[in-house]
C-alpha cells in the first residue's frame, strides 16, 4: 500500500499572506498522479491541483502551486495571497490505481 | 451539470438498525468509489466499480458492509446490523475513467452516526 504523510496537522496564515504545506509519499512506481484536495467546513472534497509524476513543470492554478520534488518524494502545496475561504482541511492525496490519502492540514486563515 | 449526489446528507439510527446510503454519479463517468472518513482513520477507500463491476472491495470492513451498482446511474453503501465504530462520514466519487490524468470527483457526503 502507498503512504502518503502529511506531517502537519495544522497551520495559521494571516490574510494576504503565504503558506506552504507539506507532503510526502512512498512509493516504487514511476508513474503515477499526486492531487491536493480541500475540505472546507461544508465537507465537500475539492480538487485543487493535480500533477503527473512524469511532468517536470510544477503545476499552478491561480493561488495555489506545487513543489514536485520526484527523486525525494516530496509535493508541497503553496497558497499565495491567502483568503478566508481558504480556511479548511487540505488532503494530499497519492493515485497509481486508486487514491490513498494523508492525514490532513488544517489551515486557518485569520483577518 | 449536477455532481455527484449522495443521500441523505444526514442519517441517525440506532445501532442494529439496516442502514442504506446512495449515490448518483455523474452522467457518463464509468467509476465509482465509496470512501469513510474517520478522525482515526482518515479518508479511506472502501469499494469501486467500472462499469457496474465491482473491482476491488478489499477495504469493506467487514461482512456487515456491501455495495450494489445496479445500473450506471446509481449505487448504493448498505450496512447491516450497524454498529456504533460505524459511525463516520461516507463519500461517494466517480470519475470518468479509472486513469489518474481524471480527477475524482466527490459528493457532499452523508453523516452516519450509530447511537
Known amino acids: 500500500a502507498q503512504t502518503v504523510t502529511q506531517s502537519q496537522p495544522e497551520m495559521s496564515v494571516q490574510e494576504a499572506e503565504t503558506v506552504t504545506l507539506s507532503c510526502t509519499y512512498d512509493?516504487?512506481?514511476?508513474?503515477?498522479?499526486l492531487f491536493w484536495y480541500k475540505q472546507p467546513p461544508s465537507r465537500q472534497m475539492i480538487l485543487v491541483i493535480r500533477?503527473?509524476?512524469?511532468?517536470?513543470q510544477n503545476a499552478t492554478e491561480n493561488r495555489f502551486s506545487v513543489n514536485f520534488q520526484k527523486a525525494a518524494k516530496s509535493f508541497s502545496l503553496k497558497i499565495s495571497d491567502s483568503q478566508l475561504g481558504d480556511t479548511a482541511m487540505y488532503f494530499c492525496?497519492?493515485?497509481?490505481?486508486?487514491?490513498?490519502f494523508g492525514a490532513g492540514t488544517t489551515v486557518t486563515v485569520r483577518a | 451539470d449536477a455532481g455527484v449526489i449522495q443521500s441523505p446528507r444526514h442519517e441517525v439510527t440506532e445501532m442494529g438498525q439496516e442502514v442504506t446510503l446512495r449515490c448518483k454519479p455523474i452522467?457518463?463517468?464509468?467509476?465509482l468509489f465509496w470512501y469513510r472518513q474517520t478522525m482515526m482513520r482518515g479518508l479511506e477507500l472502501l469499494i469501486y466499480f467500472n462499469n457496474n463491476v465491482p473491482i476491488d472491495d478489499s477495504g469493506m470492513p467487514e461482512d456487515r458492509f456491501s455495495a450494489k451498482m445496479p445500473n450506471a446511474s446509481f449505487s448504493t453503501l448498505k450496512i447491516q446490523p450497524s454498529e456504533p465504530r460505524d459511525s463516520a462520514v461516507y463519500f461517494c466519487a466517480s470519475s470518468v475513467t479509472g486513469e489518474g490524468n481524471q480527477p475524482q470527483h466527490f459528493g457532499d457526503g452523508t453523516r452516519l452516526s450509530i447511537l
Open positions: 492525496a497519492f493515485y497509481d490505481y486508486k487514491l490513498s
Open positions: 452522467s457518463g463517468h464509468d467509476y
Open positions: 500533477q503527473e509524476a512524469y511532468k517536470q
Open positions: 512509493t516504487s512506481e514511476s508513474n503515477y498522479y
